[in-house]
């Protein structure tokens, strides 16, 4: 059914979605997006379903969003890019409201848009040796439609720590952060994986919805209006000059101007 993404469901209830562009380090193309979007409703539709586990194959938990991807943005008119980006958003947004509780099995390397699927987990272990980072502005661009998550997760404070800089962070840092609950050997990540998951299954699965909406009621609200306003800032940062200059250079297997 799915080309880039898998979904396996064992007899406990337990739904293991895996990203499965490994030769692409699992970039988000448009086709995964809209996957996963439909995973999302698939999902949350699916009584039989108690715990969702976010994982992914090969080296790569996700590099972010797909260069040919967001290539194709740079030579769209202004509302093929808005359309684009709301698709993005509303993928996020689909995982982030999920009605069942979604842990993160971060096996590998997370960039830019992976650190958005990390933050949309509502649990998130990492393995000991993986790196991560906000890397969009060395493209020229901006971390705007996963902000409203990134910020969520890590706080405003935090967030202001790697949100510019496109530093690159390594596994304990994100604990620091509070993108990560715990980090592990990573032939260990699959037994804690497991054991994050199992409490779930003792629990009333309406009560676990509920108390998931609880708590998202009770923090700060990633609203449509937040949203928007991100979709729209990266509409407008596609548009300039920088953006060009970053990906092109990207593409060429240059520096971009601005680096030393």
Known sequence: MYQTIDI?????????LTLSRADKHNAMSGEMIAELT??????ASDAAVRVVVLAAEGKSFCAGGDLGWMQAQM????ETRY????????????????????????????FGGGLG?????????GADHIKM???????????????????????EARARRVFMSARLFGAAEGI?????????????????????????????PGAVASAKQLVRDLAP???????????????????????AEGIGAFFDKRKAAWMS
Do not use: F, H
């Open 38 to 43: 439909a995973a999302a409703a698939q999902l």
């Open 176 to 204: 620091d952060l509070g993108l990560l609950a715990r980090i592990v050997p990573a032939e260990d990540l699959a037994g804690v994986v497991e054991r994050e998951v199992v409490p779930y299954l003792s629990c009333a």
């Open 117 to 125: 699927l990390i933050s949309v987990c509502d649990v998130a272990i």
């Open 133 to 155: 980072g906000l890397t969009e502005t060395r493209l020229g661009l901006i971390p705007a439609t996963i902000g409203p998550y990134v910020v969520a997760r890590m706080g």
């Open 75 to 78: 030579a769209a008119d202004g």
């Open 221 to 243: 609200t990633v609203n449509e209006a937040a949203i928007d306003m991100t979709i729209r800032a990266l509409v407008d940062r596609w548009e300039t000059e920088e953006a």
């Open 83 to 110: 359309r684009e980006a709301r698709k993005l958003a509303e993928m996020l947004g689909a995982l982030n409201t999920l009605p069942k509780p979604v842990i993160g099995a971060v096996q590998g390397n997370a």
């Open 8 to 16: 396996i469901t064992d007899d406990r209830g337990v739904a293991t």
